[in-house]
């Protein structure tokens, strides 16, 4: 099983549309886990942390699920701007490393 | 600047050849990450900084490569006797901290002929 896992989709929806994505990682004793913002040849950039009781900013929720080992990303109200790859970051258990996923992509069209 | 700063920005090479990647983190942050990502694959995870030593180095692919850091600052990428299969995108980032979020620099595209 990989570290990190999510569907790579693309998500294909419409401006307005409330889109989800989850992210699965292999290890229980994981304790960081981000979500990444990649754009078409660009460096990934931050989007938010996801705290244990799950947060939101704007229009961007995430939530974190310890005992199915899973984050999600909810995205409201789509824009077309938030076309983009999306990637989830774990923290390998005690260790330092952090992996990242190979990203969702998501297309919002008119 | 106050983001990380990478160079060169782009870099062409003849197989065989050796290459340097330079990386600027932001000042006070003391790890710093090298990842790489190839053309539509996702970030694989090379080495792990924090200050000065290397505790996590368990990504680099072979013994062509190695990476160092110094002042708990600078850190550099060493490519020997490159191959075509390490061309990519080469990512630094780097974070206050172990586990706190990552920023990344512009990375250096490494293309080997």
């Known amino acids: 099983r990989k570290e990190v896992e999510q569907d790579p989709g693309p998500f294909n929806v419409p401006e307005g549309a409330t889109v989800a994505f989850n992210c699965t990682y292999s290890?229980?004793?994981?304790?960081?886990f981000f979500w990444y913002r990649q754009d078409c040849r660009k460096e990934p950039k931050l989007l938010m942390s996801?705290?244990?009781s799950g947060n939101e900013d704007g229009r961007f929720t995430a939530q974190l699920n310890r005992a199915s080992q899973y984050i999600s990303l909810l995205i409201r109200d789509s824009k077309l701007s938030d076309s983009a790859t999306y990637l989830c970051?774990?923290?390998?258990?005690?260790?330092?490393?952090?992996?990242f996923g190979t990203g969702t992509r998501l297309q919002v069209t008119l | 600047g106050a983001g990380v700063s990478q160079s060169p920005s782009n870099k062409v090479t003849e197989k065989g050849k050796d290459v340097e990647l330079r990386c600027d983190p932001i000042?006070?942050?003391?790890?710093l990450y090298w990842y790489r990502q190839s053309l539509g694959q996702g970030l694989e995870f090379l080495i792990y900084?924090?200050?000065?030593?290397?505790?996590?180095k368990s990504g680099l692919p072979s013994d062509r490569f190695s990476a160092e850091r110094t002042g708990g600052s600078v850190s550099t990428l060493t490519i020997q006797r490159t191959q075509q299969e390490d061309s990519a995108v080469y990512l630094c980032?780097?974070?206050?901290?172990?586990?706190?979020?990552?920023?990344f620099g512009n990375g250096t595209r490494l293309t080997v002929t």
């Open positions: 980032a780097s974070s206050l901290r172990a586990n706190s979020p990552l920023h």
């Open positions: 290890n229980s004793a994981s304790q960081s």
């Open positions: 996801v705290y244990s």
């Open positions: 970051v774990v923290n390998s258990g005690t260790a330092s490393k952090l992996t």
């Open positions: 000042s006070g942050h003391t790890a």
């Open positions: 900084f924090q200050g000065n030593s290397a505790p996590d």
